[in-house]
């Protein structure tokens, strides 16, 4: 979901598109693909392949823990990268560090509770977006709602495949779209 916030941000925002150079944006999207997927996802295929986690799919809730504090700190890790840019604008460094802040807040969660950590990641993505919008008066509507309706997919797929209560799903959106949204809002990072 980091990746795809960069490529809205940087690729389809109608002001942040103009005011960085097009070579910036792809740099931020080499960066964010090494560090919040290929990094994370070779490190759990690592923890598959060394028999910490049963699957993949990281279906047992116990085993979600290691993974999860691995994939969080690679995505601090970018933010690290992104906050030491000089001019980067306020709400998007909000937006990502309120991200990984409902990571963190999720992944607390699921150490007692199974929570939807895919409907908060796409919900994260949409809280982001939804704030930097609003902040800097830009209308993507379309983009908005195409995200709000892929919270509802995810949401509805992790039902039909038996994943998760309606709860979970619930609390996986709320917690991913309300921590993002208010940072990226009130420009809340450090």
């Given amino acids: 979901m980091p990746l795809l916030g960069v490529i809205f941000v940087f690729k389809i925002h109608a002001i942040y598109r103009i005011i960085y150079p097009n070579d910036f944006g792809n740099l931020l999207i080499l960066l964010a693909s090494i560090l919040t997927l290929v990094f994370p996802f070779v490190s759990i295929y690592v923890l598959y392949r060394s ?3 049963s699957d993949l799919s990281l279906t047992n809730r116990k085993e979600r823990l290691l993974p999860s504090v691995i994939t969080v700190a690679y995505y601090l890790g970018f933010y690290y990268f992104i906050r030491r840019i000089n001019g980067l604008d306020e709400p998007i460094l909000a937006g990502y560090f309120g991200g990984c802040l409902a990571l963190i807040v999720s992944i607390v969660i699921t150490s007692k509770w199974k929570i939807s950590l895919h409907t908060q990641g796409i919900s994260s993505l949409a809280g982001m977006i939804t704030g930097v919008t609003q902040v800097t008066f830009v209308s993507h509507t379309g983009l ?9 997919l995810v949401g509805t797929s992790r039902l039909i495949l038996n994943k998760h209560t309606p709860f979970q799903v619930y609390a996986g959106a709320l917690v991913g779209f309300a921590i993002p949204y208010w940072f990226a809002v009130n420009e809340w990072a450090i």
């Fill in 51 to 53: 028999g910490m986690v």
């Fill in 144 to 152: 908005i709602v195409a995200l709000l309706a892929c919270i509802g």
